[in-house]
Each structure stands twice: as C-alpha cells, then as structure tokens.
C-alpha cells in the first residue's frame, strides 16, 4: 500500500500516524509537505494528521485548507483515493468542502484529553471492514474544537445514509448527535476526531485503533 501524511506547520500528530501506518503494512509513508502542490503517483492512501495547523488562526484546519497540496488531494480524493483526516485532519476535511459540516470549540470551551468510548455505527466502509458493527471501542481525544455541528437536512441525510461512522457513546464535546466520525458519499473519504493511531499495540495501552489500519492495508494493499 503506498501511502503519503501531509504535514502543515503546527501538525503534532504526523509521526505518530506515519509509525500507526507502518507498523500495519511495513512499509513508510511518504511525509508531504503542505507546500508541495503535487502528490507522489500512484498513492493509495493520504493521510491528514492532527495538530494545531497553523495554531488554529482563524478557525481550525481554515488555513491549511488553502494549502496548496489541498488541491491535490481534492483531486485525489475525487479519484477515489482513499483520504483519513484525524483530529486536525477531520477540521481541514471539512474546511475544505471534502466533508459536510463544520468543527467549532467544544462545549464547555475545554480542551479535552482523555480516552472515551465510541460504538461502531458503519462497519461496511474500507476504514472499518474490521470492526463489529455496534461494537464499543477505546480511543483517546485530545482536541479544544472538536463539537461536530451541521443543519438538521444535513445531519437527517448522514444518518439516512450511513455515513455517521463512529458516535461517541458518552458526552465528550457537545457534538451534534455524538458524531465522532463521518465518511464522504463516495465512502473514501473519512474524518474522525479520536485519534485510532494513538492506540495501536499494548505498549500504548490497547490496540483498538489497529483494526482501522489493518481494513485499510486489506483494501487497499
């Protein structure tokens, strides 16, 4: 599988995505800088990591949005590649118009760090073939803009079809209807703000974030 991270100024989190990555195909990603307006040929999977791109000016994931590999990864994404935006990454997806919706300040205005319980809504998309539908799993947040909001049409239409892939089981940051995690209409394009890649081996104190890797290599690999 041949994969790319993208790495805006202030992304924290791209290692720690590029090491999940390998550490399931065994093979590295390419790390791409935000300023490349072009992407290696022939990638199967672009990932979009989190971080404070930016600092979060403006809004989060807004400027990087503009970036000029984004264009290149619209294009991607249109092509049917498959495209993970995580935390930050989630933000930019949206920012873009790659995902409905929008990412504001959590409720409460806190930042939020913690491990929280998501149930599996979709298990029929590349990302999640390897999990139960319905199943409770474990993964961290770490996030201060991560309260999903969208209009009721919009909200109605992902539930109608499926596309509301993760849900957080308990109240975490005052997301509209306790979505976690939302796939485009096409199915390859997925943003979530829990952080799988955070929890892949027992070293890190589970390994729930695995299986999404381990779907995606056997898709795609």
């Keep these: 599988m041949k994969s790319a991270v993208i790495v805006f100024p202030g ?42 791109s930016y600092g979060d000016y403006l809004r989060s994931g807004a400027m990087s949005a503009r970036s000029p590999v984004m264009q290149a990864v619209i294009r991607a994404a249109g092509e049917g590649r498959a495209v993970l935006g ?14 409905p919706g929008a990412l504001m300040r959590n409720a409460g205005l806190n930042f939020v760090c913690r491990d929280v319980s998501l149930r599996v809504e979709n298990a029929q998309t590349m990302f999640t073939a390897h999990y139960d539908a319905g199943a409770t799993i474990r993964i961290p947040v770490a996030h201060h803009d991560g309260n999903y909001v969208a209009d009721a049409e919009t909200l109605d239409r992902l539930e109608g079809e499926g596309r509301v892939v993760f ?7 005052g997301s509209a209807r306790d979505i976690a995690g939302i796939v485009n209409t096409a199915g390859n394009v997925l943003g979530l ?15 729930d ?9 056997a898709a795609l690999g």
């Design 11 to 52: 992304s924290n989190c791209d290692r720690d995505l590029a090491v999940a990555i390998e550490s399931v195909t065994g093979t590295a990603p390419a790390m791409i800088w935000h300023r490349d307006a072009e992407l290696p040929e022939g990638l199967d999977l672009i990932a979009l990591p989190g971080g404070f």
């Design 86 to 99: 995580v935390c930050n990454g989630f933000q930019v997806l949206t920012e873009a118009g790659l995902l």
């Design 167 to 173: 849900r957080y089981a308990e109240p975490v940051n």
């Design 193 to 207: 703000m829990p952080h799988p890649e955070r929890l892949i081996e027992d070293a890190q104190g589970g390994s």
């Design 209 to 217: 974030g695995r299986a999404m890797f381990e779907a995606l290599y």
